[in-house]
């Protein structure tokens, strides 16, 4: 167990929906990172947040956005949802704000557009 | 566009053998090579991680070497056993500039008794 946790683990939407994945990092842990793994592009890194700021941002469509609040926990945000954007979701924390930090990986959010 | 190629795709090896991963990168301005494991319906972990600074680096039975002016480093699992069956992704990014940073397609590792 690595100490970070997503909700919801399954989601199921139809297209042209919008949904919201929830990360809590691991206690401690200022920076969260959001990852898309899929089996036609693999692991691609999204967007990462370092104590509420947005640090760096990756191949993120526009149709997703992301937040860290306050407490520190996280929200991505898909809209407009189409049937490519059926994949894993991963959430991972570190202690710090750059990228040799270890990160520790949540277990997925495993999101299903129909 | 840039990529981490990595190779083999697939790798079944004998327990008690050595299971070796090879990945190559473009950009020089890379300077942090990690790599994950994942077992299956779980996040991937880090593993190791290298910088381009040292040629080689040991932790237990897993092995990074790192050839800078290649552009290529590898994994190297000693001693190999069946709990290592999972897939390995390495990647690359700059400590700095983390947006860049770009994952390997992974290699899914059998290790048969």
């Known amino acids: 167990d690595s100490g970070v946790t997503q909700t919801p683990k399954h989601l199921i939407t139809a297209t042209g929906q919008r949904v919201t994945l929830r990360c809590s990092p691991r206690?401690?842990?200022?920076?969260v990172y959001w990852y898309q793994q899929s089996l036609d592009q693999g692991l691609q890194f999204l967007i990462q947040?370092?104590?509420?700021?947005?640090?760096a941002k990756g191949n993120i469509l526009e149709r997703f956005s992301a937040q860290q609040f306050p407490d520190l926990h996280s929200e991505l945000n898909l809209s407009s949802l189409e049937l490519g954007d059926s994949a894993l979701y991963f959430c991972?924390?570190?202690?710090?704000?750059?990228?040799?930090?270890?990160?520790?990986f949540g277990p997925g959010t495993r999101l299903t557009v129909t | 566009q840039q990529q981490v190629k990595q190779s083999p795709q697939s790798l079944i090896v004998q327990k008690g053998g050595i299971s070796i991963i090879n990945c190559a990168y473009e950009n020089t301005a890379f300077d942090y090579f990690p790599w994950y494991q994942q077992f299956p319906g779980k996040g991937p972990a880090l593993l190791i991680a290298i910088r381009p600074d040292v040629s080689e680096k040991k932790e237990g039975r897993f092995t990074i070497s790192f050839n800078k002016s290649a552009k290529q480093f590898s994994l190297h699992i000693m001693d190999s056993q069946p709990g290592d069956s999972a897939t390995y992704f390495c990647?690359?990014?700059?400590?700095?500039?983390?947006?860049?940073?770009?994952f390997g397609p992974g290699t899914s590792l059998s290790v048969i008794p």
């Open positions: 990647a690359a990014s700059m400590v700095t500039s983390y947006d860049k940073v770009i």
């Open positions: 991972a924390s570190s202690v710090g704000p750059s990228g040799d930090y270890e990160q520790y």
């Open positions: 947040y370092y104590n509420g700021e947005e640090r």
């Open positions: 206690s401690g842990d200022l920076s």
